[in-house]
Structures are given as C-alpha cells and as structure tokens.
T-cell receptor
C-alpha cells in the first residue's frame, strides 16, 4: 500500500519560472520528510528535508513546505533551471523505520 | 572519498535463474539498504543491513535475500527470477542507518533484465 503519493508523474516548466512538486502521505506517524533528485543512469541524491516540527525549510533555490493537517508537502524550485530537469522523489519516515518513497515526478525545465 | 559502488551495472538473466548484486558503501559507513525501482511502483525498500545484521525488511518475498560482510560490503541475492523482477536495484549507505534521519548516499544501481 503506497503511503507516499506523488500524483503528478510529470511536470513541465519554463526556465526562470517556479516549479512546484507535490506529495501526499497517509501515515500520520511520519515525522521526517525528504526530497531526492535522480538523473538518468545515476542514483538519487539528497536534496532537502524537513522535520514534522517545522512547516518550512529553505536551501537556496529549494524550499519545502509541510502541511501536517493536510498530510501534504511540496517542493518549490525558484527560479527553475534546465539542470533541474530530473525525477524528484518524495520520501517520508518515522523514527527507527525505513524510508517510504513516492513513485516520483519527472520535471522538465525548458529554455 | 569514493562514493557508493554497485556492480555489475547491467545484468540479463532468464526466468528461474538466480542473481547476486554487489554494493560497496562509502568508507566508514556501516549501513547498507537496498531498493527496487520500477516505473510502476517507484522506489521500494527491500532491506537494511547494519554491522552484518539485517535490521529492517520490506514487503518482498523470501526469494530476495541479502547479507553484509565485515567490511560493510553487501550483496543482494534474488533466486528463481521472475519477469516482474526486472528493475533497477539501488543500494544506499549511511553511517548510522535508517534508525536515524541522516541522509542516504545512493549508488548508480544495477539494471536487471529478466527474459
């Protein structure tokens, strides 16, 4: 049963605009959330994370927002660049347990 | 510092065969976890090994097994291969493992095709 859902398989955004990737989860015990980015033929790399005690975490062009009541998180990329084109995986966990990943959203940033 | 190394990069097997995949973690990392990536299911957790002991296990049949050696290198074995086992198999390493919130470092994966 998929506890972390990324309902948009793909997203296309123009360079310089904002990219918003969404993620929903069903398990209220999750207390830590992460985003990983994956290029073809490479393994996923860590992008940004957020603890459930926060509602926002920012790192440069990347910001993650967490809405616990809605069990929803989103990743904002501003401004989007062509090099951001990749598959983005949302992941969630509760302490001591394994990561649960979503199916991924493929982002294409066009010049 | 070398990253996570997975071998082989590609594998082609036939149904019923078995396969062994290898993962060498970053030096000093004691946790290795394994994941299966398919287009339909995304990334699914298989199991985690820490200091040669299996510490976490996902919902996969017993045909999927693993082990970890004293140097932290890990192997994953799949017996009696099925067509549905075709996937990218990724391993990830970290210092303290999945009981903490530390980030994982992934290898590039082994692409397994079962014919």
């Amino acid at each position: 049963d998929q506890q972390v859902k990324q309902n948009s398989p793909s997203l296309s955004v123009q360079e310089g605009r904002i990219s918003i990737l969404n993620c929903d989860y069903t398990n209220s015990m999750f207390d830590y959330f992460l985003w990983y980015k994956k290029y073809p033929a490479e393994g996923p790399t860590f992008l940004i994370s957020i603890s459930s005690i926060k509602d926002k975490n920012e790192d440069g062009r990347f910001t993650v927002f967490l809405n616990k009541s809605a069990k929803h998180l989103s990743l904002h990329i501003v401004p989007s660049q062509p090099g951001d084109s990749a598959v983005y995986f949302c992941a969630a966990k509760n302490s001591g347990y394994a990561l649960n990943f979503g199916k991924g959203t493929s982002l294409l940033v066009t010049p | 510092k070398a990253g996570v190394t997975q071998t082989p990069r590609y594998l082609i097997k036939t149904r019923g065969q078995q396969v062994t995949l290898s993962c060498s973690p970053i030096s000093g990392h004691r946790s290795v976890s394994w994941y299966q990536q398919t287009p339909g299911q995304g990334l699914q957790f298989l199991f985690e090994y820490f200091s040669e002991t299996q510490r976490n296990k996902g919902n996969f049949p017993g045909r999927f097994s693993g082990r970890q050696f004293s140097n932290s290198r890990s192997e994953m074995n799949v017996s009696t291969l099925e067509l549905g086992d075709s996937a990218l198999y990724l391993c990830a390493s970290s210092s303290q493992g999945l009981t903490t919130n530390e980030k994982l470092f992934f290898g590039s994966g082994t692409q397994l095709s079962v014919l």
